[in-house]
């Protein structure tokens, strides 16, 4: 914007009572309104500058809607979320080895973070039958020590989870997960062991008891 200062400033500073000269507009695209003798010609915005505008305007909306509204988009610490729990797995799959041991899961279960992974799994693909913390409901109660399949060992809990029951409604996990995410489960599952959560009664046989 371009002001056109009324000359004869200088004098109006000595002389107070003297009245700045009015200063004609050069056109017809001058502003009604004047202060102190300061008028501001109407000049529009460059044009790239209006289109950058309405440009990021339209993005912003867009950008709201796919990030604040429709849940589709994910956030940097989102994304970061799943780049660390992928780096644990990898990290874990290690340590792991390539075979299943009763000794590699009951490592897993010693990391806090890889637990809170596989607490996340459980909450996605469990609980609807098993409970949020594994009290039990369609399925059995899986914090009462008592087993229905195998000696409730984690290898046979690894067993269990990843052949699943299908004759009972128990899915065969190995065909929806990865051997890896089934092994944190398994490890998850043994950490249960001894929580005795009010929830369905025991069933099967006590661990203790074999
Ligand atoms: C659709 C319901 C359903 C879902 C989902 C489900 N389960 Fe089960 N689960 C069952 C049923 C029913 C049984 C009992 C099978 C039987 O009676 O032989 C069972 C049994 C088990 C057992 C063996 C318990 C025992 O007493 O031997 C384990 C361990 C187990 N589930 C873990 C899991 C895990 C981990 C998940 C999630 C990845 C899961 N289940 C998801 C229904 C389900």
């Known amino acids: 914007m371009t002001t056109s200062a009324a000359p004869g400033h200088a004098a109006a500073e000595t002389t107070e009572s003297s009245e700045p000269s009015k200063v004609e507009a050069p056109n017809a695209s001058v502003l009604e309104h004047e202060y102190d003798g300061i008028r ?27 990030f604040h509204v429709s849940g589709n988009g994910e956030s940097v610490a989102e994304a970061y979320e799943t780049d660390m729990a992928s780096a644990r797995e990898e990290r874990a799959k290690q340590a792991h080895g390539q075979k299943v041991t009763e ?61 699943g029951v299908p004759a ?31 929830g369905k009664a025991p069933e099967g046989t006590p661990m203790n008891a074999r």
């Open 40 to 66: 501001e010609y109407d000049n529009p915005l460059p044009g790239w500058w209006v289109y950058t505008f309405w440009a990021s305007f339209v993005f912003s909306v867009g950008y709201l809607f796919h």
């Open 103 to 163: 000794e590699g899961l009951a490592q897993l279960s010693q990391d806090p973070a890889l637990m809170a992974d596989a607490q996340a799994i459980f909450g996605q693909r469990c609980v609807m039958c098993h409970g949020a913390r594994g009290e039990g409901g369609i399925g059995p109660n899986l914090t009462d020590g008592s087993f229905i399949h195998g000696s409730g060992s984690l290898l046979d809990i690894y067993a269990t989870v990843s052949n």
């Open 168 to 198: 009972k409604g128990m899915p065969a996990w190995s065909l929806q997960l990865t051997p890896m995410q089934v092994s944190e489960l398994a490890a998850l599952v043994g950490t249960f062991q001894g929580k005795n959560l009010p």
